[in-house]
């Protein structure tokens, strides 16, 4: 195998190995959040030789369940579609990681290697049409159940993901003005230098309001409380509702994943990406002129960890969210996404336009 695929193999190992340990990880942190919201324990009974640790193992016995449950399709079910639309879903939701930037270059036996599994020049025309793709998933399992409850669902979240993709993609236009690349790794790039002379040149500091159209057109995209008509928990409607066992663990994990790109994007698109304040190549050089200096590894490290960490503060945000807003009705939904996203996603766009016009 030649080097330079060997090496793109190895990085697809470990960037779905990160994201789906990450995926796992969420759903202890998940049951465990919400315990100790509504003062609980939470998930804590799994255990190793009598070692539990604070329920830590729990999501790996959850796995093991799922992967020995009946599996099972309805008599009256389309079974080909039935069994490829937790795939779809899956799969155009996780193949977005390919185009995140985890950290800078990295300098290993006289090769310069992008922590990144591919660098696509339109990257973020790429993740959006990823993520458009997934609607397929979910309009599938509907149809193919050939239940009226799960075809409800599907429909409520076609109709949904659709509306705010609008307000999406308007929220990434006054970025992509502001930083003119649609690879993300330049993006990150463009966010290294300095606004102001003090202030990280981040994507949260010259585009606040396309960040906030973002996240929240993002938050209605996962599917979750308080946007989870498509699935409705507490009611009989969802779009896996006649889904078991393996099958119906796929469709929840990738919920996760969905939480998981949603924070990948908004720290590499609003919050530097890998960059850390007033860290260069050599050190740290702050804006009251202090100097420290620190090893090209050292400076790695730093970066992937700044990477990982904005990741789970995100991820954490989106949890807590879930479990503390009530879930809108479907008219406040769509409401949301025409008459108020869209809108601000249009006045950001040219009040950028306005801005860069007059400087």
């Known amino acids: 195998m030649p080097a330079e695929a060997l090496i793109i193999a190895v990085k697809v190992v470990l960037a779905l190995t990160w994201t789906l340990l990450l995926a796992l990880f969420l759903t202890w942190v998940e049951r465990k959040e919400s315990a100790v919201l509504q003062d609980r ?18 999501p790996f016995a959850d796995a093991i369940k799922m992967l020995f449950k009946e599996d099972f399709a309805p008599s009256f079910a389309q079974r080909t579609l039935h069994w490829l639309a937790p795939a779809f879903s899956f799969f155009f939701v996780a193949v977005t990681m390919i185009a995140v930037p985890f950290g800078d270059d990295v300098h290993l036996l006289g090769r310069t290697i992008p922590l990144q599994v591919v660098d ?124 078991g066992g393996l099958k119906f663990g796929l469709f929840m994990f ?15 698109l609003f919050f530097g990406g890998w960059q850390v304040p007033w860290l260069g190549d050599t050190g740290f050089a702050f804006p009251w002129g202090r100097a420290v200096p620190v090893a090209p590894w050292g400076v790695t490290v730093l970066r992937v960890l700044s990477f990982n960490l ?35 996603g249009v006045v950001n766009v040219l009040a950028t336009g306005l801005v860069l016009a007059v400087r």
């Not at 990738?254 to 590499?268: G, K, M, R, W, Y």
């Not at 954490?316 to 008459?339: A, C, E, H, N, S």
């Open 41 to 58: 324990i939470g998930a804590n009974r799994a255990s190793i030789l009598g070692l539990r640790l604070f329920g830590l193992f729990q």
């Open 120 to 243: 696509l020049n339109a990257a973020v025309l790429f993740v959006l049409a990823m993520l458009s793709l997934g609607v397929y998933g979910i309009l599938v399992s509907g149809w193919a159940s050939s239940n009226r409850f799960a075809l409800v669902g599907s429909l409520r979240g076609a109709a949904q993901l659709v509306s705010y993709e609008a307000a999406l993609g308007l929220s990434l236009v006054g970025l992509i003005m502001v930083f003119p690349s649609l690879s993300l790794s330049r993006i990150v790039e463009f966010q290294g230098g300095r606004l102001l002379g003090i202030l990280p040149r981040w994507g949260i500091f010259l585009q606040p309001l396309g960040f906030v159209v973002f996240y929240l057109a993002g938050l209605a995209g996962t599917k979750r409380v308080p946007f989870d008509l498509p699935e409705g928990e507490s009611e009989i409607i969802g779009f896996y509702t006649e889904y």
């Open 254 to 268: 990738t919920d996760f994943l969905e939480v998981i790109v949603l924070a990948a994007l908004s720290t590499t």
């Open 310 to 344: 904005k990741v789970l503060f995100f991820c954490w945000l989106q949890i807590l969210t879930r479990w503390t807003y009530p879930r809108f009705r479907y008219d406040q939904v769509m409401d949301l996404g025409w008459k108020l996203l869209v809108p601000f």
